[in-house]
DNA sequence: GTAGGGTTAG
């Protein structure tokens, strides 16, 4: 580039360099010029000049390295420079790399300042370290910061991150002065622990509070999959009349996707919009996988094509919708259209594509994927990939082919690839591959207790009656239980759970009684109902008898109590959807005339006129 | 002599 035309050089010829730097530089090719022009004028030996382009580079995650490598000619780096790339590596990939720098500083004679610290905190609190953090602390005290305000909080929030709220309380209790963000590191610290109980109890306690208490406590709670709790936090700072912002409402949307609860999702939106919250990619990517999740793919798409910016991880959002629903072909299109975009895809976004493939039954098209990752571009794969290629193998009943992959792959497998297998011997009834599978499960991860039943039922179904024995006898010397199963249902913008023999619910008896008419009317359809032992069950709930009813039935019965018209009856489920209750759902769209959209840990499952979408595959 | 900090997000 000629350097006389460039509009940046000129404009540093004109003004003061730093202010440059600061307001003009948008990208690492400007930086460039500006670097190449500092060391033609050696004003880059200024050890202020040469900090602005450390200072510029570090809290842009790519621009890390570069940083390092300004910050190895510089010859004499002062405390502001090291704290930058202390502070670059605390937020980056690898914050141990913060320590480093710190022991450097050290080593030359610097003195540390007020700054230091709390990122070398932060850098313990990311890595988990409480050892580190420990260090760090006597590191503090020895250089007299300990009574600093940034520092405390820093501290007060790492320990209690990591577990040692006493510590954390001990250093709260005796900070000299509170403001709304000492309180949110300690409610931050909890959450991050995973006392949501503690944290409640201190929000409701401090006397006022900020939008990042607001949303420390929402997404907090959806991080520890309390995501009813969520969505009651922000019906209680609407009560209060406080106005949300963006990253409150990430919280609010994203756990309104996992609970699928479409109509409060919607009404999030709404408040989205009628706020005029702007719709940045984080947020619009939280909409757009909130309606995939909730089953409404097409509002998904909508919302999708509105938005001004879409990156990578937005495209996947929709692209992996997609593919949840078994929309393979729209799933591969998104993806084609992604790429003549310019986008780059990335490791989740093959992932997402794989299993629309796998989903969608098509084999060739996955495998001509998978081979295309590292080749054409540059993307590892990674062991879910290996685990979605297992799975499209299994579903096109090539056992022996998919066995033989796992065996041949580059990484050791682990159990989710097994299991993956293990799915597609369920689907097949391949009692051999099963037995030899189930085998390898057992020995990996002698806790999870469907592998057990699942070896058990092949053993049973081989007339293996010893084995079985043997089998139940692990089981019960372990205590290896299933995660309960439970199914959601939301009824007038409310979520109602479910779980097996749960009588808790207020009409608990009408659901019941709706059940049985339920039960009567799709039998004299043709419904055969429980067949007995349940073979190849993974992860689905306890086999069921008429006093235990799987939780989804209890909430479809629900459902057609209270949706009326064409509504469809929307459910989702923790588990893996049984078979039975997979057979029995596809009779009640038929004998009810209702659509039921079913979201298990899998995929979802559109349930229409006695067919379901995901073609008996699962 | 200058500059920089803690708590929230797909």
């Keep these: 580039m000629n350097s006389i035309s460039n509009p940046i050089l000129q404009k540093l010829r004109l003004k003061n360099p730093k202010l440059v730097l600061l307001s003009q530089c948008s990208n690492i090719q400007d930086l460039k010029i500006i670097h190449a022009h500092m060391l033609r004028t050696h004003f880059f030996f200024d050890t202020f000049a040469s900090s602005r382009i450390i200072a510029f580079c570090i809290d842009k995650p790519n621009f890390l390295t570069y940083a390092i490598k300004v910050f190895s000619q510089i010859y004499n780096p002062n405390i502001f420079i090291f704290n930058a790339l202390i502070r670059g590596c605390s937020t980056s990939e690898n914050p141990e790399n913060s320590f480093h720098y710190y022991i450097q500083s050290q080593r030359i004679g610097l003195l540390p300042d007020n700054i230091t610290h709390p990122f070398l905190v932060k850098a313990c ?168 999740r909730c089953g409404d793919v097409e509002k998904a798409i909508r919302v999708f094509k509105g938005l001004e910016e879409k990156d990578v991880l937005c495209w996947t959002a929709l692209i992996s919708g997609l593919a949840m629903h078994g929309y393979a072909m729209k799933a591969l299109e998104y993806f084609s259209e992604m790429e003549k975009n310019g986008i780059f895809p990335r490791d989740i976004t093959f992932t997402a594509v794989l299993k629309a493939c796998s989903h969608g039954g098509l084999v060739e098209k996955g495998l001509e994927i ?125 979520v109602h759970e479910f779980t097996i023999g749960d009588k808790t619910h207020p009409e608990i008896d009408k659901i019941e009684r709706m059940w049985e008419v339920i039960l009567q009317k799709i039998k004299v359809a043709g419904y055969i109902g429980n067949t007995g032992e349940a073979l190849f069950d993974i992860d689905e709930e306890e086999k069921e008898d008429a006093l235990h009813r799987h939780s989804e039935k209890l909430a479809i019965a629900y459902g057609i109590m209270k949706i009326r018209g064409p509504t469809p009856i929307r459910i989702v489920k923790n588990l893996r959807v049984c078979e039975e209750c997979h057979t029995a759902t596809k009779f009640i769209s038929q004998v009810f005339e209702v659509e039921l959209i079913v979201r298990d840990r899998n995929r979802f499952h559109h349930f229409r006129k006695g067919a379901c979408s995901c073609m008996d595959y699962w």
């Excluded at 963000?181 to 931050?188: E, K, N, P």
Aim: a positive charge.
């Design 125 to 292: 609190s990311k890595i988990e370290s409480l050892k580190m953090g420990m260090q760090v602390h006597g590191q503090i005290i020895k250089h007299g910061f300990e009574l600093d305000f940034y520092v405390q909080h820093a501290l007060v929030y790492m320990y209690a991150s990591l577990g040692d709220l006493m510590a954390a309380m001990f250093i709260f209790k005796r900070m000299g002065r509170f403001d709304v963000a000492s309180w949110t590191c300690m409610i931050a610290g909890y959450h991050k622990f995973g006392d949501v109980e503690s944290a409640r109890e201190l929000f409701d306690k401090m006397p006022d509070r900020n939008l990042v208490t607001w949303s420390t406590m929402i997404s907090g709670y959806a991080r520890n999959n309390r995501f009813d709790k969520a969505v009651e936090m922000f019906g209680i700072l609407q009560d209060e009349g406080v106005v949300a912002n963006e990253v409150v409402m990430v919280g609010v949307i994203s756990s309104c996707a996992h609970l699928g609860a479409l109509a409060v999702g919607e009404k999030a939106h709404e408040y989205v919009m009628r706020n005029g919250l702007a719709l940045n990619v984080i947020l619009g990517t939280a909409i757009v996988d909130m309606y995939a």
């Design 370 to 494: 998978f081979e295309s990752m590292k080749r054409d571009h540059g993307v590892e794969p990674r062991l879910e990939h290996f685990g979605c290629m297992v799975d499209l193998l299994g579903r096109a009943g090539k056992l022996e082919e998919a066995e033989k992959f796992i065996h041949e792959m580059p990484v050791k497998p682990n159990a989710p690839i097994w299991g993956a297998l293990l799915g597609a011997c369920r689907i097949h009834r391949n009692v051999e591959v099963g037995e030899r599978v189930g085998k390898i499960l057992i020995q990996m991860k002698p806790e999870h207790s469907g592998y057990y039943v699942l070896l058990s039922n092949i053993y049973a179904r081989t007339n293996k009656w010893k084995d079985v024995t043997v089998m139940r006898r692990l089981m019960k010397e372990k205590g290896v239980r299933k995660p309960p199963g439970y199914s959601l249902i939301e009824i007038d913008g409310k």
